[in-house]
């Protein structure tokens, strides 16, 4: 929290700083033989964890599952929706804001996600009724064959 608190403060200029200040802090303990009583372990062999198991295998493993459950379509709407939950997510957390260029790249990627989902549900449309013409159009042709 302190990390995300001085990125919110001071920028990016004081995230990259206090960043660097934990790195060194890390290897001087590490230099310094500390690692032996066991105290710096403990948080390198979570974060690792933590970046090996939940913000890389699971986020493949929920991708693949998600993706096998909805068509093309709308598996590119989601990830073309990336940036705007990122955004929310950021001013939610983190109490950041966005400049007029983010808020008209948002409403671009927002109303281009929209435009796509009606031209898909219209190309649904189109696709049942020619399904239905031609099943007619076959039974026209071919009536009662038993």
């Given at each position: 929290?302190?990390?995300?608190?001085?990125?919110?403060?001071?920028?990016?200029?004081?995230?990259?700083?206090?960043?660097?200040?934990?790195?060194?802090?890390?290897?001087?303990?590490?230099?310094?033989?500390?690692?032996?009583?066991?105290?710096?372990?403990?948080?390198?062999?979570?974060?690792?964890?933590?970046?090996?198991?939940?913000?890389?295998?699971y986020?493949?493993?929920?991708?693949?599952?998600?993706?096998?459950?909805?068509?093309?379509?709308?598996?590119?709407?989601?990830?073309?929706?990336?940036?705007?939950?990122?955004?929310?997510?950021?001013?939610?957390?983190?109490?950041?804001?966005?400049?007029?260029?983010?808020?008209?790249?948002?409403?671009?990627?927002?109303?281009?996600?929209?435009?796509?989902?009606i031209q898909?549900?219209?190309?649904?449309?189109?696709?049942?009724?020619?399904?239905?013409?031609?099943?007619?159009?076959?039974?026209?042709?071919?009536?009662?064959?038993?």
């Open positions: 929290t302190t990390t995300t608190t001085t990125m919110v403060d001071e920028g990016l200029l004081g995230y990259v700083q206090e960043t660097g200040r934990e790195m060194m802090q890390f290897f001087t303990l590490i230099s310094q033989n500390h690692w032996s009583d066991g105290n710096i372990w403990i948080p390198a062999i979570g974060a690792t964890l933590w970046t090996g198991l939940v913000t890389c295998a986020t493949i493993y929920a991708q693949s599952y998600g993706q096998r459950r909805v068509g093309p379509t709308e598996a590119n709407l989601i990830y073309t929706a990336q940036p705007l939950f990122t955004a929310l997510f950021a001013w939610f957390l983190l109490k950041e804001t966005l400049g007029p260029s983010g808020i008209v790249g948002g409403f671009c990627i927002a109303m281009a996600a929209i435009m796509v989902a898909k549900q219209e190309d649904e449309v189109i696709i049942g009724n020619d399904v239905n013409r031609s099943q007619q159009q076959q039974d026209v042709s071919q009536p009662n064959k038993k």
